[in-house]
């Protein structure tokens, strides 16, 4: 037998599939099981682990038509048995390509706006469910293939090697800070559609480094992320100005992941960096609420501390669905709703959760 699961959506939401990954091997021990990926970071993610034959990586946004077309084609030439379009890949254009690579068994979930066609894209679906995180979205899908969970529990998988743990001891003891509070922070969030709007505004995350480097100066902050957010880093590096607060050179994703372990704490919206802070065990971490927070995409089996966003009051599934558009409003508006959270209100949580005098 031969399963490809395909997670062409955000880099987070690769972490979601690995429950299902680990499933699908237990069930089928002897199958060749592959996973198709959009970004680079996704490819990360999986890689080293065990439950997979191969890992294929294509950015078929930015290559062009033909190119992609080509690759695909590729893919179909595998000739899978199955293939697994993980929650949440709401926009139809990733069913057409489960389409085009042609397993006879094709498995996704129905959207907000699934019709006929996408039933002929895919050929066994079960509705999505908001009430449950994606990562039980994707467990339930085991069922349309006559499989069911195996292990007694689930969380994210990620496999990070000697070399990239050693890489962060080294960075820790190099910069001195192996008897500090270290704060994971991540600035950024994902880039598709509008969901740049969903950023706490880089300016509320000066005001908060500044106070924060005042009042409680044995915390280091980690800026964490890539190109993306190069140019918010550069812009709280030089309004905070002061050595507490530093911005790793990390290589890779899986070298981000191996620092991140070490901290004490982390704070983001919910994003990739988020999913990874708890796929690698950081005891505490911090969640800004933003309109896209629901459910289906909180830390998964963690506790985690949410900031309320009072502009968002518990309508977030009204702001974002899965249907394969963006948040619901105007750029002005998405940023005044997350202008909303003040920075002193996200320092009284950082304190305790911290536990700092």
Known sequence: MKILVISLAGIGDTLFATPLIHELRAN?????????????????????????????????????????????????????DISFNTH????????????????????????????ELDRWLVNKALPQD???????????????VGAKPKLPSHQYELFLSDAEKNWATEFVTKNRLGGRRLLGVHVGSGGTKNLALRRW????????????????????????????????????????????????????????????KHCHAFLSVDTSLMHVATAVGVPQQIVIETPTLNKTVVPYGREFVLVENPSVAGKNLDYYRYDGNGI?????????CMSAIKPETVLETVRRALVLG
Do not use: C
């Open 328 to 336: 619901r409003g105007t750029a002005e508006e998405l940023v005044r």
């Open 88 to 115: 949440p890949q709401s926009r139809r254009h990733y069913r057409v390509v489960a389409k085009i690579i042609g397993a006879n068994t094709r498995v996704s979930h129905d959207y907000d706006h699934a019709n």
């Open 130 to 144: 908001y009430q449950q995180h994606s990562a039980d979205n994707n467990l339930a899908l085991l069922e349309l």
């Open 201 to 260: 505004p880089k300016e509320n995350y000066a005001e908060l480094f500044r106070a924060l480097n005042r009042r409680y100066p044995e915390v280091t902050v980690l800026l964490m992320g890539g190109p993306e957010e190069k140019a918010a880093h550069e812009f709280i590096l030089r309004e905070v100005n002061s050595s507490l607060v530093r911005q790793p050179e990390t290589r890779s994703l899986r070298q981000a992941a191996a620092l991140i």
């Open 28 to 80: 089928f021990r002897e199958a060749v099981i592959d996973a198709f990926v959009l970004w680079p970071g996704s490819r990360d993610i999986l890689e080293g682990n065990s439950n997979l034959n191969t890992v294929f990586q294509k950015n078929l946004i930015t290559e062009s038509p033909s190119d992609s077309l080509s690759y695909l084609w590729q893919l179909r030439r595998q000739h899978y």
